[in-house]
């Protein structure tokens, strides 16, 4: 059916009127641009983001698509990123997110989705212990020593090596950067952390 006919039928059915919504699904795999993920986006609030990450479309290269989802945020537009299973495979999973809500009820998880209270994550072997922002500096710690990517509208502002990373960010930044989210992966091995948006 028509997505808007689609869209229009989930959003009837959501399990509570406050949280859960509408990811968008392997967008790379799919091939849709950044323009028709901005009009699906548009839509509803509750159109809440995208796949980020989705481990059964690795084989053709299209499992993780980090450089458009940084072209939507460009726009200004709200697009939580969301990693995810779609196929199991060697009995793991892989692909999934972290919820920070102490709330474990389906609707405190469903409302953490939709409110972005979480992160993801692809083998989930590392966590964040935390990540802070305070208007002026940009903190997170890690459980093991990560390569950490800050990254603005303007691309890559920061890389750092170790468990703890540390930016501070000026007030008349704010406009050249627009928002702030943090990329921390884990030595040479298939895992990584993603934060979700901080609007500046």
Not at 69 to 92: N, P, S, Y
Request: glycine content about 8%; hydrophobic content about 35%.
């Amino acid at each position: 059916m028509p997505w808007k006919e689609g869209f229009t039928k989930i959003l009837d059915s959501l399990i509570c009127p406050d949280g859960g919504g509408i990811v968008i699904a392997h967008p790379q795999w799919s091939h849709l641009n950044a323009e028709a993920i901005c009009e699906m986006l548009d839509f509803d609030d509750r159109v809440l983001g995208i796949e980020l990450f989705s481990n059964g479309c690795e084989s053709d290269y299209t499992g993780a698509c980090e450089s458009l989802w940084d072209e939507i945020l460009r726009t200004g537009r709200r697009c939580l990123g969301f990693c995810v299973q779609d196929h199991l495979k060697e009995a793991r999973w892989q692909g999934k997110i972290v919820l920070l809500t102490e709330d474990h009820s389906t609707q405190g998880a469903l409302k953490a989705m939709r409110e972005g209270c979480f992160y993801g994550t692809i083998l989930d072997d590392v966590r964040f212990e935390y990540v802070l922002f305070d208007g002026h500096r940009f903190q997170a710690a890690c459980d093991h020593e990560m390569f950490f990517q800050l990254i603005s509208r303007r691309g890559v502002e920061s890389e750092q090596w170790g468990k703890l990373f540390s930016f501070d960010v000026k007030e008349d930044q704010y406009p050249e950067f627009g928002y702030l989210r943090l990329d921390a992966r884990y030595g040479k091995r298939n895992d990584k952390l993603y934060t979700q948006t901080i609007w500046l």
